[in-house]
């Protein structure tokens, strides 16, 4: 099993904060980044082969991995259109990394083991993991579900309807892999596309009859650095959680 992060972003809506640093490379306490918070989850599930995907402030991300040499097998792809396109392009750039199971992760997710150690256990082709809140806003991209399966995701899904939120982070195994790739490649050629989000090609998987399961985490196992009061809620999320200290303790062994 692989790991691929899609951090390419500018992440705008975070200025000042990123103008000058990648979002992945925020600090979120005690020095530690939001990239390494997500290497953490993923080797506390023996997930060692990770690809990034990078754009903005590339060399920075690459600076950084380094310090895990040795410890896991990371490698980058760059895409250089990271700045006119959105993250459907980010993603077909790894297409060919996409030739057997693996996991497709938001580079702005952070998430306690948990939430992958659950998602390894579906043995279905595709699955989405969800969280179920009591409201959704316009930003969230959510979901509605039944009977175990994803029947639509988008943001313009009216909060009243929605039934989950889509939190990033989706398994592809067995035909998966192939299903996805082949969809990435036909949309890549609609220039309509371009600027769009990888998630359509979930929602047009679904609507040519292919089955998208999914996997339930917490509300309180995830959360997402979107927005500048975001930093603040993952920061006190990490604390609750001990995950800071977890991952001071693997970083001095």
């Not at 938001?106 to 998430?111: E, L, P, Q, S, V």
């Not at 500048?228 to 609750?240: A, C, E, M, V, W």
């Amino acid at each position: 099993m692989k790991a691929i992060l899609i951090s390419a972003g500018k992440g705008e809506r975070l200025y000042p904060l990123t103008k000058n640093t990648p979002k992945s490379l925020l600090e979120v306490g005690n020095g530690l980044t939001l990239l390494e918070t997500q290497l953490h989850s993923l080797s506390e599930n023996n997930i060692k082969d990770i690809i990034i995907i990078i754009g903005y402030k590339a060399e920075q991300i690459e600076a950084k991995i380094k310090d895990y040499h040795g410890k896991l097998n990371i490698k980058t792809i760059f895409n250089p259109f990271f700045d006119i396109s959105n993250n459907l392009l980010s993603v077909w750039m790894a297409r060919y990394c996409m030739n057997e199971d693996f996991i497709s992760i938001n580079g702005d997710d952070i998430f306690s083991p948990v939430v992958v150690e659950n998602l390894l256990k579906s043995k279905h082709d595709i699955t989405m993991v969800i969280d179920e809140k009591n409201e959704y806003d316009d930003d969230d991209m959510k979901v509605i579900h039944k009977d175990g399966q994803i029947l639509e995701v988008s943001k313009k899904i009216d909060s009243k309807k929605a039934n989950g939120e889509s939190i990033g982070m989706i398994k592809f195994s067995n035909k998966g892999p192939k299903i996805y790739t082949n969809m990435l490649e036909e949309m890549v050629r609609d220039p309509e596309n371009r600027n769009v989000f990888y998630l359509k090609a979930i929602q047009q998987i679904i609507d040519r009859g292919y089955k998208v399961n999914y996997s339930l985490c917490k509300e309180t196992d995830w959360s997402e650095l979107d927005f500048h009061p975001d930093l603040k809620l993952i920061r006190t999320y990490l604390k609750r959680n001990n995950i800071l200290e977890n991952l001071i303790t693997k970083s001095d062994s």
